[in-house]
């Protein structure tokens, strides 16, 4: 359903009504604009950024696991596939995502619940917690130092967070700077009389969609330094703080690629554009883990993740 025009003018102006509005319309259909799926590529694609962060021979078993601004489930129900967690909990703003995240996790048969919570505030009692898991959910809090006093509350002393797919100040520049080139150069292209019958949108669903894409400007409140990330979650009591950074070349890549696809028409790629843009996307983050880490400053790389220790 679109944004209202109400909706939209209160949104503007509170970053947390802004992140209930947009991640409301977008719960049916993000993991199709995401690509998300719940079979092996994204379990190895979930549980490789957790093993990123966090070593195999640094993992426990883990009982109740939560996962943060969970949106559709995508990372906690690919992570409870590979092994990590026996219970989870989907917490989100979005009520809309929340009961898609819960749907989800019934149709792989997952023992999952889900509850609208804010992570500056969480429900759940102290010390109660085995682990905190989140994807691209650290840039959309307002309050980090709360978020992370929360975290550290819940989580059982040694208890572990785990974030993972935050965008970097200087990779968000890159992938945005990209995106918006794409959109321009997609839309009008396409619109050409060779491209528009298969491949073109129509001006009103460019126009819907340009608008409520222009929330994200308020509901992305944050990029990071690495080490700054870091730094807040020791300051808030952690330990055993570690940040790893992923995708240079992949982000430079996937994001115009992401973009192209949304400026056409759905269904107009078809499976061969998925199979070449998956493909590609893979190489290239292959690439950014086995060489380019070891010679490019961290802080260029798109996402930054960060693991710690309650005391």
């Given at each position: ?14 970053p947390k ?90 149709a ?36 980090l ?5 929360e ?13 993972c797919?935050e965008?970097?100040e ?28 298969k ?26 330094d690495?080490d700054?990330?870091?730094?807040i ?28 696809e ?9 499976w ?14 292959k ?8 010679v ?6 798109y ?9």
């Amino acid at each position: 359903m679109p944004i209202t025009d109400d909706q939209m003018q209160a949104a503007w102006s509170d970053p947390k009504l802004a992140n209930i509005v947009y991640h409301d319309w977008e719960a049916e259909t993000y993991d199709h604009k995401w690509s998300i799926s719940y079979d092996q590529r994204c379990v190895d694609y979930a549980r490789n950024c957790f093993d990123h962060v966090l070593p195999v021979s640094e993992q426990v078993a883990y009982n109740t696991v939560i996962e943060l601004g969970s949106g559709t489930g995508f990372f906690l129900l690919n992570l409870m596939q590979s092994g990590i967690g026996k219970i989870g909990i989907t917490t989100d703003l979005s009520r809309g995502m929340v009961s898609v995240a819960v749907r989800n996790g019934k149709a792989l048969g997952l023992p999952v619940t889900g509850l609208v919570a804010d992570a500056e505030s969480l429900p759940f009692a102290t010390s109660s917690v085995d682990l905190i898991v989140g994807h691209a959910v650290l840039h959309h809090v307002p309050d980090l130092d709360r978020l992370f006093a929360e975290v550290l509350r819940v989580l059982k002393p040694g208890g572990r967070f785990v974030f993972c797919g935050e965008p970097t100040e200087k990779g968000d520049f890159v992938a945005r700077s990209l995106s918006r080139l794409t959109w321009w150069a997609s839309t009008r292209i396409t619109a050409l009389p060779p491209f528009s019958d298969k491949w073109s949108r129509s001006p009103q669903e460019l126009a819907q969609s340009s608008r409520e894409q222009a929330l994200e400007s308020v509901v992305d409140i944050h990029t990071f330094d690495p080490d700054a990330l870091g730094r807040i979650a020791v300051r808030c009591g952690a330990t055993d703080v570690t940040t790893v950074t992923e995708e240079l070349s992949a982000s430079w890549f996937g994001w115009p690629i992401r973009t192209f696809e949304a400026a056409v028409k759905p269904g107009a790629l078809g499976w061969g554009w998925a199979n070449f843009a998956y493909g590609t996307w893979k190489r290239l983050e292959k690439l950014d883990k086995n060489v380019l880490s070891r010679v490019v400053p961290d802080e260029y790389f798109y996402n930054v993740c960060i693991t710690g220790l309650a005391p």
